[in-house]
């Protein structure tokens, strides 16, 4: 029986990733090498107990799309243009010098241009699953160098995008690279029109509609078909079907079902990218790797020494610290999973010669399997460098000069710090200062962005970004410095948000004449916590302790803000 055959095949790969890919996790590797691995052990040039890759690479591609759309659904319009500046100034040109660099070297070796521009792109790129990762065990999501390792990667991804466009038109023998990029570029803005006219008036209300029906079953089978279908309508139009699930993620991106639809396509997308990487991992030729060994490693360490060089030659450029240089550096010097795409899809083409693919596979396997431990070293040179730079209020200029619509978070003791976790889960930049400088020792070790200051120090608050800030929070119980704080800001003409926490309701109209936009009295607001407890306890539901608890908050503080004007009439 024929489906029999891609049934066992099928088992024999989620058999590999169930055994391997968990030893991978144990060792604290990234998950993609571990689906490579396992691709290589049952694959053609490991235990042969899959011989036909082919089998497998249309399942295997659905995960090329959803990852696509994770990838657009992550961005969003908003978030480009809050980091515009460092997605398309620092990782455009990241980009563009980089792809420069190998695809000038390929020619020089006798390489033809259009595999040349396939190559220098898909070698430019890093690998955004296993980057993010280590940035995550690392502690450094917040830091700036988190920020410029993801917007260099925000950038490699909208690059992929053209790249996949331009691979099936260069690879036709009759066209020239213009006439290639002039065609792939019509054909781009033309989607791009229709599909974001239509899904800017289409998919919210398909959204509301399906949700108010209550059906969770339904809910998916509509995210799906809308990423496939966009991916399919790509590919009609002669364009990348990843191209198409990207738009649907930017445009999905925008309705206030984003988490929802999220949460629907993770384990979708991890299945399927999973098995991209072990038919990747099918296709590496182990024989070929012994007998070139020397010539890939070294092919390897120009690689990622080309990369690290330029990234922290452009680090010094755009002004930031030769500490977050060398970190962010030999953190992107990897290759990209990307890449295993583009070559692949390149040697499918005829653009590139199947053993130059190979190699190049190779090569990039290996880069990422060197990334943890060659991430960790750039970490721990970066924290040399920051104690031999001290932590004079330029330093902190340095290292605040990429932040824009922040929040500033003063004090990181307890309170700050759920702040700032709160902060995070929901993506949004922040930068915290406190006075204890044991603390700020203790948390920059682990790669949180706060930093030893006294906020009413107008040099200081400038450090911090203060003029470009989306808001301030004082989470300290210091009264005085906060209204020195808060009278400082104001006194600098800047109208942004300013929240307060205060120990009761005469703090609280004290802050908020000083020029708080609102005060919390955490006396007041543990009392009603408590009441609230209370009540839940004795069986009063929700939404009628919610009830209360407002208009005992709304009586409050209007009373509050009530004597206030008295006072000052």
């Known amino acids: ?47 042969r107990l899959i011989g036909d890759v082919a089998t497998t690479t249309g399942i295997a591609e659905f995960g090329v799309i959803f990852l696509l759309f994770l990838i657009g659904l992550e961005l969003s319009f908003e978030r480009l243009r809050s980091m515009r500046k460092h997605v398309f100034g620092f990782g455009g040109a990241q980009v563009f010098i980089t792809a420069g660099i190998f695809a000038a070297l390929f020619v020089g070796f006798g390489g033809h241009n259009n595999a040349a521009i396939i190559i220098g792109g898909g070698l430019a790129l890093s690998s955004t699953a296993i980057v993010l990762q280590v940035v995550a065990e690392q502690g450094e999501k917040s ?38 990029l002039g065609l792939a570029a019509l054909k781009a803005i033309a989607y791009l029109v229709l599909v974001f006219g239509a899904g800017r008036l289409l998919l919210r209300p398909l959204f509301h509609f399906i949700a108010s029906l209550d059906s969770m079953e339904l809910f998916s089978a509509t995210t799906l078909f809308v990423v496939l279908g966009m991916a399919w309508l790509a590919t009609t139009a002669g364009l990348s079907p990843a191209l198409g699930a990207f738009m649907a993620g930017l ?55 080309t990369k690290a060089l330029v990234i922290m030659a452009l680090c010094r450029v ?10 962010v550096g030999l953190l992107l010097s990897q290759g990209s999973e990307f890449a295993f795409i583009l070559f692949a899809l390149a040697a499918d083409q005829g653009l590139m010669d199947p053993a130059m693919s190979q190699v190049l596979l190779v090569v990039i ?59 995070e889960v929901e993506d949004m930049p922040y930068v915290a200062i406190d006075m204890d400088s044991y603390l700020v020792s203790k948390e920059r070790k682990s790669g949180v962005p706060v930093y030893y ?25 210091d009264t005085r410095v906060a209204l020195q704080t808060i009278t400082t800001i104001r006194a600098m003409g800047l109208d942004m948000p300013i929240i307060a926490r205060a120990k009761n309701l005469e703090q609280v109209q004290r802050l908020e004449k000083a020029g708080a936009t609102l005060a919390v009295a955490e006396m007041f607001e543990t009392s009603l916590q408590l009441s609230a407890a209370l009540l839940k306890s004795v069986g009063v539901n929700d939404y009628e302790i919610t009830r209360i608890l407002e208009i005992f908050r709304a009586e409050d503080y209007a009373l509050t803000r009530t004597a206030e004007r008295e006072v000052t009439a």
Not at 318 to 327: D, I, M, N, P, S
Not at 370 to 390: C, D, V
Request: net charge neutral; hydrophobic share 55%; with cysteine.
């Open 453 to 477: 200051g006294d906020t009413t120090r107008i040099h200081v608050l400038t450090a911090l970004g203060v003029a470009r800030a989306r808001a301030l929070i004082i989470t300290h119980n």
């Open 143 to 180: 830091s700036q160098v988190g920020r410029l390792a993801l917007a260099v990667l925000i950038l490699q991804d909208l690059v992929v995008i053209p790249l996949l466009v331009l691979v099936p038109l260069l690879a036709q023998s009759d066209s020239s690279l213009a006439d290639a």
């Open 251 to 305: 445009l999905v991106a925008e309705t206030a079902f984003k988490h929802q639809v999220e949460s629907d396509i993770l384990p979708y997308k991890g299945l399927f990218l999973g098995l991209f990487f072990m038919t990747v991992g099918m296709s590496l030729d182990l024989g070929m790797l012994l007998e070139r060994f020397a010539g890939i490693v070294g092919i390897t360490v120009a690689l990622m020494a």
């Open 365 to 423: 396997t290996m880069s990422m399997a060197l990334t943890p431990l060659i991430a960790g070293a750039g970490q721990r040179i970066a924290f040399a460098l920051e104690k031999l730079a001290g932590a004079r209020s330029e330093n902190l200029l340095d290292e605040t000069l990429d932040l824009s619509h922040h929040v500033i978070v003063s004090g990181y003791g307890r309170v700050g710090h759920t702040v700032a976790r709160l902060l």
């Open 318 to 327: 755009f002004g930031f610290a030769l500490a977050a240089a060398v970190h």
């Open 1 to 47: 029986m024929h489906n029999s055959v891609h049934l066992s095949e099928v088992v024999l790969l989620l058999c590999a990733a169930v055994c391997i890919v968990p030893l991978f996790r144990v060792l604290r590797l990234s998950p993609v090498l571990g689906y490579l691995v396992a691709g290589t052990v049952i694959g053609p040039y490991g235990f």
